[in-house]
């Protein structure tokens, strides 16, 4: 097996005789020269990002009809507002985007604000409390400890037998 001829002598007066070439230490004459890029034909200085060139894009104005009356949005408003309005009119892919748009706005998540105004009444609290037991009642059987009989389960009372009439 051959082995790798030893790198050429330096002359014993060459004052950068001590450097050693390797690893991250490139030799000199291979180095990027001073005020020269390391990328002379990358992206010209000024040029946006594509960050910057979509949100300038979406910044523009358009004319949009309303009625009978026209005005000049961003199309970043002009996109929400067709996306709202083909989801009222019942468009399934555009609800689908609606939700994609709305949801990392985190609007879907906030709770409403409790009315202060209403109050439920005693009735009201008492068939709320009856479909809560029923709905644990429900869960339970899913578990295997439910109701043992079926008008248990659907929440029927049995019909009384009827009475004699004398």
């Given at each position: ?77 002009a996109i929400v507002r067709r996306c709202v309005n083909n989801a ?24 409403p604000e409790p009315s202060s105004t209403q109050s439920i009444s ?13 709905l644990q009642g429900m869960s339970n059987t899913l578990d295997g ?22």
């Amino acid at each position: 097996m051959k082995r790798n001829p030893p790198p050429p002598s330096r002359p014993a007066g060459d004052k950068d005789a001590a450097y050693e070439i390797g690893y991250g230490k490139p030799p000199k004459h291979t180095r990027f020269k001073p005020g020269r890029s390391g990328n002379p034909r990358g992206r010209p200085r000024g040029l946006p990002n594509l960050r910057t060139l979509i949100r300038s894009t979406l910044d523009e104005k358009v004319t949009i009809r309303e009625g009978d009356r026209t005005r000049k949005v961003p199309i970043m408003v002009a996109i929400v507002r067709r996306c709202v309005n083909n989801a009222l009119q019942g468009d399934p892919k555009y609800f689908a985007a609606f939700l994609q748009l709305v949801r990392p706005t985190g609007l879907l998540d906030e709770e409403p604000e409790p009315s202060s105004t209403q109050s439920i009444s005693a009735e009201d609290e008492a068939i709320l409390a009856t479909f809560i037991e029923r709905l644990q009642g429900m869960s339970n059987t899913l578990d295997g400890e439910g109701p043992s009989t079926e008008a248990e389960v659907v929440g029927t009372v049995p019909e009384a037998e009827p009475e004699e009439k004398a």
